[in-house]
């Protein structure tokens, strides 16, 4: 399967710990996107890379959230001291951006957190 | 005014019928248009890029009017398959992030 992947799918954490999630872009995509999704909502923009570097975050994103691409491969999301309010669908996605393209994203599955 | 703004339904439409949705958008300089279908707790899958000139995909025509600022999607002889929640999504350029609706959630009646 050459699309995108997440891992964990799922992810149950008690309020205050940490958790991270990771996502492997399609491979020769350049640029690879963070959302959050909760339920009846369309999903909102956190957080997006072009290739190792980190070009716009979303306020949405405190300052409990982080993400990296180290390499320009996949990407890590952490939030740390989770709080109930995290608890939403973070999903990947991930394009390739080119001259004159047209870019269109593709999705992973997501990891569905729940704080308790 | 929202960036993005979709009916959100449901639409109960029967099988075999037409149905079609609106999307506004409030950027003018928005450049890029797509309509994504996303299942129940599944991600969202792209559906189709929305053209200058409008274009058809089998029973699915996308439609933009940039004076009105909404794209339109339209679904010929619906199929009960085409139940799912149809996100419109804006973006300002190739170089700017997607902006998502909330979508608009359709049921195709039997």
């Known amino acids: 399967d050459t699309g995108v992947s997440q891992n964990p799918r799922h992810k149950i954490t008690k309020r205050g710990q940490n958790v991270t999630f990771r996502c492997d872009p399609i491979?020769?995509?350049?640029?690879l996107y963070w959302y959050r999704q909760t339920l009846g909502q369309g999903p909102e923009f956190l957080t997006y890379?072009?290739?190792?570097?980190?070009?716009?975050k979303s306020r949405l994103l405190s300052d409990r959230f982080s993400a990296e691409r180290p390499k320009g491969s996949f990407s890590t999301l952490e939030i740390q001291r989770t709080e109930q309010g995290d608890s939403a669908m973070y999903l990947c996605?991930?394009?390739?951006?080119?001259?004159?393209?047209?870019?269109?994203?593709?999705f992973g599955p997501g990891t569905r957190l729940t704080v308790t | 005014r929202k960036e993005v703004e979709q009916d959100p339904g449901p639409f109960n439409v029967p099988e075999g019928a037409t149905v079609a949705f609106n999307c506004t958008y409030s950027?003018?300089?928005?450049?890029?248009f797509f309509w994504y279908r996303q299942d129940c707790r599944k991600e969202p899958k792209l559906l189709m890029s929305?053209?200058?000139s409008g274009n058809e995909d089998g029973r699915f025509t996308a439609q933009l009017n940039r004076a009105s600022q909404y794209i339109s999607l339209l679904i010929r002889d619906s199929k009960l398959s085409d139940s799912a929640t149809y996100l419109c999504?804006?973006?300002?350029?190739?170089?700017?992030?997607?902006?998502f609706g909330k979508g608009t959630r359709l049921h195709i009646l039997p």
């Open positions: 996605a991930s394009s390739n951006v080119g001259q004159g393209a047209i870019y269109e994203q593709y």
């Open positions: 491979s020769e995509h350049n640029r």
């Open positions: 890379f072009q290739n190792e570097a980190q070009l716009e």
């Open positions: 950027n003018s300089a928005s450049q890029s």
């Open positions: 929305v053209y200058s």
């Open positions: 999504v804006v973006s300002l350029g190739r170089d700017d992030k997607i902006i």
